[in-house]
T-cell receptor, first 112, second 115 residues
Framework: GENVEQHPSTLSVQEGDSAVIKCTYS??????FPWYKQELGKGPQLIID?????GEKKDQRIAVTLNKTAKHFSLHITETQPEDSAVYFC???????????FGDGTTLTVKP | DGGITQSPKYLFRKEGQNVTLSCEQN?????MYWYRQDPGQGLRLIYY???????QKGDIAEGYSVSREKKESFPLTVTSAQKNPTAFYLC??????????????FGDGTRLSIL
């Protein structure tokens, strides 16, 4: 089955700096890669996703890049703000019906 | 507003008891999922359902049971066979489960603790 590894597990940045979180996946047939943000005591919320026919996608301060050959994808957050502090999860899916595989999460702390 | 409602937010169970966690969605989504989240870990899939009256085991189904009698509802029962039930439980839905290539919408979870 699919295996997703996410790094780093914790990340601390100064407000205004950029943050990068990386994920690798094992199943070359995976074709859908969402990123979720989870705030304390809440459920994860989709912040951006990318499909395998696209190499990069951007939404304001958030961008995701995908390297299908190397089987890794990354989340980039620019001009970080304290409200970006949360746990971020990557996932890979699109093959097995109904099943996506999640990374273990990255706790991002943005210091004011 | 459309969304997923999980209840209760906090739940306490005595040893040997079964408890049922509620999950309701009004998004008209076909697929629904249950995940377990432990501190410092990712989301582990317990059960999922692609359509009414059908469901499949996920990666950690032992000690859990589900039903999907209505499109809107996907309750999870934590049975006494689950020896370590203390965790944060998340329910999610997606438009279709035919391929796992659609975003999932999550509820705000139920935190289950053992008394």
């Amino acid at each position: 089955g699919e295996n997703v590894e996410q790094h780093p597990s914790t990340l601390s940045v100064q407000e205004g700096d950029s943050a990068v979180i990386k994920c690798t996946y094992s199943d070359s047939a995976s074709n859908y890669f969402p990123w979720y943000k989870q705030e304390l005591g809440k459920g994860p919320q989709l912040i951006i996703d990318i499909r395998s026919n696209v190499g990069e996608k951007k939404d304001q301060r958030i961008a995701v890049t995908l390297n299908k050959t190397a089987k890794h994808f990354s989340l980039h957050i620019t001009e970080t703000q304290p409200e970006d502090s949360a746990v971020y999860f990557c996932a890979a899916g699109g093959t097995n019906a109904g099943k996506s595989t999640f990374g273990d999460g990255t706790t991002l702390t943005v210091k004011p | 507003d459309g969304g997923i409602t999980q209840s209760p937010k906090y739940l306490f169970r005595k040893e040997g008891q079964n408890v049922t966690l509620s999950c309701e969605q009004n998004l008209n989504h076909d697929a629904m999922y249950w995940y377990r989240q432990d501190p410092g870990q990712g989301l582990r899939l317990i059960y999922y359902s692609q359509i009414v009256n059908d469901f499949q085991k996920g990666d950690i189904a032992e000690g859990y049971s589900v039903s999907r009698e209505k499109k809107e509802s996907f309750p999870l029962t934590v049975t006494s066979a689950q020896k370590n039930p203390t965790a944060f439980y998340l329910c999610a839905s997606s438009i279709t489960g035919a391929r796992s290539n659609q975003p999932q919408h999550f509820g705000d979870g139920t935190r289950l603790s053992i008394l």
